[in-house]
T-cell receptor, first 116, second 109 residues
Framework: GAGVSQSPRYKVAKRGQDVALRCDPI?????LFWYQQALGQGPEFLTY????????KSGLPSDRFFAERPEGSVSTLKIQRTQQEDSAVYLC??????????????FGPGTRLTVT | GENVEQHPSTLSVQEGDSAVIKCTYS??????FPWYKQELGKRPQLIID?????GEKKDQRIAVTLNKTAKHFSLHITETQPEDSAVYFC????????FGTGTRLKVLA
């Protein structure tokens, strides 16, 4: 079956522009995660959805970052008034299992955001 | 906050030799420890994982060990091949992952 997909794969934004990054999780997966991966670093947790509920947004760097998953499937990560430090790869991951049980996450290919 | 330390940051081995990558985590609540392989420009791919009630797991040339008391876990790759060259990330988690900083493994032919 299809894996996690993300679009666009590459995005160049001028500083101050708003961007929207899309994630299509694996069909039927309840949990959805967003991570930010800076160059040469490991992914860092941003936010977690269980179905349409955003249960953890503790990793969002500032109030310029906003994520939603209104129907419990596709998710959008929006960054307002982009700054150069927002340049990174944004990874989406989904998992079949809900709740706090440990579980395998399947990653998308990421969106590489470059802010100029 | 919670963190995961990973060592070494780079590792070069001769083809056929073994490679060992070590991680230490801080959050006692962590109960799941996956290892991901990431090739340049690609998505992270799970290669092996271990849960907190298990001390060791092996899958062909790859093995992982976990010491919950010491909060240490390690990845062992035996008989390394050039295609093993990539960046490897450990992670510790409950529902979300805290990743290590990565190890760039180079297998020299």
């Amino acid at each position: 079956g299809a894996g996690v997909s993300q679009s666009p794969r590459y995005k160049v934004a001028k500083r101050g522009q708003d961007v929207a990054l899309r994630c299509d999780p694996i069909s039927g997966h309840v949990s959805l995660f967003w991570y930010q991966q800076a160059l040469g670093q490991g992914p860092e947790f941003l936010t977690y959805f269980q179905n349409e509920a955003q249960l953890d947004k503790s990793g969002l760097p500032s109030d310029r970052f906003f994520a939603e998953r209104p129907e419990g499937s596709v998710s959008t990560l929006k960054i307002q008034r982009t700054q150069q430090e927002d340049s990174a790869v944004y990874l989406c991951a989904s998992s079949l299992v809900a709740g706090l049980a440990s579980m395998e996450q399947y990653f998308g290919p990421g969106t590489r955001l470059t802010v100029t | 906050g919670e963190n995961v330390e990973q060592h070494p940051s780079t590792l070069s081995v001769q083809e056929g030799d073994s490679a060992v990558i070590k991680c230490t985590y801080s959050d006692s609540a962590s109960n799941y420890f996956p290892w991901y392989k990431q090739e340049l420009g690609k998505r992270p791919q799970l290669i092996i994982d271990i849960r907190s009630n298990v001390g060791e797991k092996k899958d062909q040339r790859i093995a992982v060990t976990l010491n919950k008391t010491a909060k240490h876990f390690s990845l062992h790759i035996t008989e390394t091949q050039p295609e093993d060259s990539a960046v490897y990330f450990c992670a510790a988690g409950t529902y979300k992952y805290i990743f290590g900083t990565g190890t760039r493994l180079k297998v020299l032919a």
